[in-house]
Structures are given as C-alpha cells and as structure tokens.
C-alpha cells in the first residue's frame, strides 16, 4: 500500500505565495538600484554643466537641501500608508463592496496626496497648454485662497485613483482591480500630482479610459454604446486640450475598443474628440498650432543649451522612479497581460519621452498622468490580449495584492518628501 500523495496542483499553491514574495522582493531590489542610478546620474549632470537643471535646483522635486524638519504631514502619511496597507492585508478586503472599495480608494488618495503635497503652484509655464492657463486661472478666480486651491487640485487630482480602479476592473477583472487598489493609493507620484494642473489632466485621461472600458462592455449596445463613445472621445478633447501629453491616451481608448471589436465606437469617439477640438479652435485656441509653437520652442531652447539634454536623457528613468516598484513587474507582464489596452499609450509616451520636446529649464511634469497606467499590469492576469474583452474571468487565487512594492514605494516617497 502506497501513502497517499499530494496532487501536483496543491504543491503549486503551496509554493505560490514564497514564490510570488521573493519576485516582489526582486522587484524592490531592481527599482532601488534605477532609483539610486536616477539620481546619481542627476546629480553628475547638475555638478559638470551649469547649464543642466536638476534635482537640487528643480522648484517640484520633493528633496531640496537635505534637512530634516518634522511637518504634520511626516506623521500623517506614515499613518494612511501604514493604514492602506493593514486594511488591504485583511481577507475582508476581498469581500468589501464595490462601492465602498471606491469611495475609501478615493479618500485614502486624497490623505496620502494632502500629507505629501500641499503646495499648489498657481502659475503655468510656457509648455503648457491654453486650455490649461485658462483652467488654473478660473481655480484661483473660484477658490480664492491658497488653501482653497490646494483643496481643489487635490480633490480633483485624485480622482485619477477610483477611475483607474473602474478601467482596470472592466479589462482585466476585479480581482485585478482590488489588488491594485493599494499600489494606486500609495503612488510614490502623488507627490508631485497635486502640484498644480498636471494633476487635474491626470484625473481627465483616467476618466477617458474608465468611460471608453465602460461603455465599450458586451452588455452596453445601442444608443448607450454610441453616447458612451460620444462621451469618451468628448472627455478626450478635454484631457488634451489640458495637457499635449494626454494626446497619447487615444492610442489607449482606440486598442480598448479595437480588442472589443467596437469599430463604431472608434469613429464615434474620434468624431466626438474633433468636435470639441474644432470648437475649441473655433473660440481661438487651436490645438494643433500652439503643440507646434510649443515643440519648435522647446527644441530652440535645447539648441541653445545642449547641456539640458542630459536632463531630457533621464525623463524615462525619472517616469519610473515616479511609479515605484509595481512598474517592474508592470511592463515584464505588458505583452502577456490583458491590461496591455490601457497600458500601450502611456508605454509609447515613455518611449518617446526624450524626443518629446519639453523644456528642462522650465520643467512640465505631465507625465505624471502616465504613472497610474503603467503599474496595470501588475496585478492583471496572464491571459494574453485577447481577454481584454472577457472582464473577471479569473481566478481569485491568481492574483495577489501586492503589499511588498505597496509599500516601498510608500516609504521612498515619504523619504523623498521630507528629505528637505
């Protein structure tokens, strides 16, 4: 008589969480180094040319002098982080309503981003777009404080976090969804998010691929499939007219509706997009002539100072640090995982970062609206693209939150913010 043995599908299991533990700690480790490699490379820019703008100098980068001064935030963010990560840890978790999920993801956002980051700058630089300066302007007309404006910014800019959780749960699943959750809330990016209106463009390319996932679902046809579209591709035309880099997330809402095969949605949201484009250059503010204006004066002034293009070189590395340690596991799984719609236009952004044009001696950080969506895949299953139409088909025990990188992330932007 032979002893009974294990199946070959409970040994898996039992090997899955180390398994899974020891690749997050991998992942730390290799995010550590391109955060050390960041700014060691930044500093050496900084110290050989004068002409390079750099951490030390840059008025949004956290770290300044590298004193250390107790502010009510260095005890409020320990505190949500440390929060975040125990509520997300209980099975309860798991079983918390869709709704609640949301609406916690949502206020926790908005502790974490307060307790990093209150100090909304009120003014534009010259790369950023008209709807953008007229956008601001109209905040502090409303707001009319300091204060006020923080709030705003904030309350707006952390939107971003809910409406990513809506996309990534109707293209990948909501195990996915839930277990992204905290990764989202702890954002090392939300420092320099709520810094003016970079943040608000952020929550305006979220909300277009939450509506385009949304309403491009089986169960949506008709005249909701149309005015969904419509409303996807009118939100698009908002997002760029805030940001010129928001642009890129119409390759995101175009692969979302080609993977669903939703050709009429394509058509409907692009008429929808122009529409508002045209409106917008019918009212005086053409899109297309102020992102040339824009470009050509950007490369004049890198002409002028090549010792800049030492800063522009390190803008992808820069992303990344942003992102935090999920990004490593992100963009391994970014062809095999079902969250490559979402991922694909911000994953194009980074790549072209560097010929993007920005100006370093006046530094936009719309990239920050990339960092949410390049961490989606983190957490989605390994289903290859075709299940980007086919939501919570998944096992639960597939997926895992990702408390480790949740984490690290959390620490360094803490570290990062009150540094100086």
């Known amino acids: 008589m032979t002893a009974p043995q294990t199946s070959l599908t409970d040994q898996v299991d039992a090997l899955a969480p180390a398994r899974h533990r020891h690749g997050r700690v991998r992942d730390v480790a290799i995010w550590i180094t391109l955060l050390v490699a960041t700014l060691t490379l930044a500093s ?50 798991a079983r918390m309503p ?25 003014t534009t630089m010259t790369t950023a777009t008209a709807g953008a300066r007229q956008a601001i302007a109209l905040l502090v007309s409303y707001t009319g404080s300091q204060a006020g404006l923080a709030i705003t910014v904030i309350a707006i800019s952390c939107l971003a976090v809910p409406l990513t959780i809506v996309a990534v749960k109707s293209v990948a699943g909501p195990v996915a969804a839930r277990s992204l959750a905290p990764v989202l809330i702890l954002g090392p990016w939300a420092a320099w998010m709520t810094l003016g209106i970079d ?40 997002a760029a007219l805030l940001s010129y880099g928001a642009a890129w997330f119409a390759v995101s809402l175009l692969a979302i509706f080609f ?40 490369i004049g002034e890198i002409a002028a100072h090549p010792g800049q293009l030492w800063w522009l070189a390190l803008m992808p590395a820069l ?5 935090g340690p999920a990004i490593i596991e992100s963009l391994r799984r970014f062809g ?15 790549m072209i970062a560097p010929l ?24 989605a299953p390994r289903t290859g693209a075709g299940a980007a139409g086919k939501p919570g088909e998944q096992r639960a025990r597939s997926v895992r939150v990702p408390l480790v990188t949740a984490g690290a992330g959390a620490c360094a932007a803490i570290v990062l913010m009150y540094s100086g």
């Open 44 to 93: 050496v820019a900084v110290e050989t040319s004068s002409e390079v703008v750099g951490p030390s100098t840059l008025p949004w980068w956290p770290a300044q002098n590298l004193q250390f001064h107790v502010t009510a935030g260095m005890v409020v963010a320990p505190l949500t982080a440390a929060a975040v990560l125990a509520v997300a840890s209980r099975p309860a978790a």
């Open 98 to 122: 869709w709704n609640t999920l949301l609406v916690l993801s949502y206020l926790a956002s908005i502790t974490w981003s307060g307790a990093l980051h209150t100090n909304v700058d009120p």
């Open 199 to 238: 943040g608000i463009s952020a929550a305006a390319c979220a909300a277009v691929l939450a509506c385009g996932a949304v309403v491009s679902e089986r169960h949506v046809r008709g005249s909701d499939a149309f005015w969904g579209a419509a409303a996807a591709g009118g939100l698009l035309g908002i």
């Open 259 to 298: 993977a669903r095969r939703r050709s009429s949605q394509i058509l409907v949201a692009a008429a929808a997009a122009l529409a508002v484009l045209g409106l917008a250059a019918a009212l005086g503010n053409s899109w297309p002539y102020g992102l040339v204006d824009t470009y050509n004066a950007a």
């Open 319 to 323: 992303v990344c640090v942003a992102c």
């Open 336 to 350: 095999s995982s079902s969250a490559w719609p979402l991922m694909i236009g911000p994953v194009l952004a980074l």
């Open 356 to 379: 993007s044009g920005s100006n370093p001696e006046q530094p936009e950080y719309g990239w920050i609206a990339l960092c949410p969506w390049l961490i989606v895949a983190a957490t």
